[in-house]
């Protein structure tokens, strides 16, 4: 993935947190994204999670896949370990390196198309399996790296920026999540972070599965009529003079709202998104519930956001597998591979 290295140079005053690391230590590389991304929200909302939550940046694995959004790990934490796995195929590597290593923290950065499409049977099974990672979803509802072909988070009806029309039916990620078993299911937007903060802490301290869904606008091709992500795109808004390769400069987008509102947020190209915000007396340890009360307002063109649903009883992978407590990296070889002669009694239980 493309990197470039920040300035060293870091301002004396900054706070520093229990480790005494600053926020900067909990950066990466300068950002390749276009301008005015959500991508890049979230990834400055993953900075600030690490750092309010004491966590040593050596003691962080990311992962991703492949996509704009699976640019991002390089952006934030860059003493942490990081695996840029293939398209789609990034839940099985962090189920592995997991499986080796339970105490690292593991957070899986990924996209729509790339959860959703090529990894959705992978993505899945990590669920099925409740792993014990966080993993975020920047969903923009189309392939921004490869000039804006339609998700699968697109909606029936969605009219693409070079006038497709999408005629297959979308796949809600929280609401797969909720029908697969996820311990935990939130939705976000990219540019409130006042909320967002909160949910990838919880996420990240959470023991098993933490998805989080959060709505990233594409500044370059968020063009779309009537999305999953009630993306209300109307055409007099583009400029076809401007050749599709040039990005101009934008303002990242930035909202602000209480418990229960539903706000109106205006995007880069004049065109707007609904959300929704869980209210007080909203369950979120109701399965059923949660299911239900995303159905309603998704009907709506609402895109409700907040911790959706929580279930902390549920066993993650290494509950249920019964591994023990030491990471198996740092057991012995001959313990953890023990002789044949040790495979032939436990083969002879079974005749």
């Known amino acids: 993935m493309t990197y470039m290295r920040r300035p060293s140079v870091v301002h004396p005053g900054l706070p520093h947190n229990d480790l005494g690391l600053s926020a900067r230590d909990y950066e990466g590389g300068i950002s390749t994204l276009c301008a005015g991304c959500g991508h890049d929200s979230v990834t400055s909302a993953l900075v600030q ?14 992962l991703s ?26 839940p099985s590597v962090a189920t592995g390196a997991n499986s080796v290593n339970r105490d690292l923290h593991y957070i899986g950065v990924s996209g729509d198309g790339d959860s959703l499409s090529i990894g959705f049977g992978q993505l899945c099974h990590a669920i099925r399996r409740n792993v014990n990672m966080l993993y975020v979803i920047d969903n923009n509802g189309v392939y921004g790296l490869t000039k804006g072909q339609f998700s699968a988070s697109a909606d029936v009806g969605t009219t693409a920026k070079k006038g497709e029309v999408n ?36 996420g990240l301290t959470h023991k098993g599965f933490a998805l989080i869904d959060i709505v ?77 009360y995303l159905q309603k307002h998704t009907a709506a063109q609402e895109v409700v956001t907040g911790l959706l649903f929580i279930d902390e009883a549920k066993p993650d992978m290494h509950e249920t597998h019964m591994v023990v407590e030491q990471p198996l990296i740092d057991i012995d070889f001959d313990t953890l591979c023990p002789r044949r002669s040790a495979l032939e009694k436990i083969q002879n239980r079974f005749r």
Do not use: W
């Open 216 to 292: 990233s606008p594409c500044v370059t091709f968020n063009d779309h009529l009537g999305s999953t992500k009630s993306y209300d795109f109307t055409r007099q808004h583009y400029h076809p003079t401007i050749h599709t390769d040039f990005i101009p400069p934008a303002e990242e987008i930035t909202v602000s709202s209480e418990d229960g509102d539903t706000i109106s947020v205006e995007l880069h190209d004049g065109s707007r998104v609904v959300l929704k915000k869980t209210d007080e007396q909203y369950d979120p340890t109701d399965r059923n519930s949660a299911y239900a």
């Open 65 to 90: 896949g492949i996509g704009c959004s699976s640019k991002t790990p390089a952006y934030f934490a860059s003493a942490s370990h990081g695996f840029n796995s293939v398209h789609g195929r990034m």
């Open 167 to 202: 005629i297959q039916p979308p796949i809600d990620a929280c609401l797969t999540a909720l029908t697969m078993g996820c311990t935990f299911v939130a939705r976000s937007f990219s540019g409130d972070k006042q909320q967002l903060v909160p949910l990838l802490k919880a």
């Open 49 to 62: 999670t690490l750092f309010e939550l004491n966590i040593p940046p050596h003691r962080v694995a990311k």
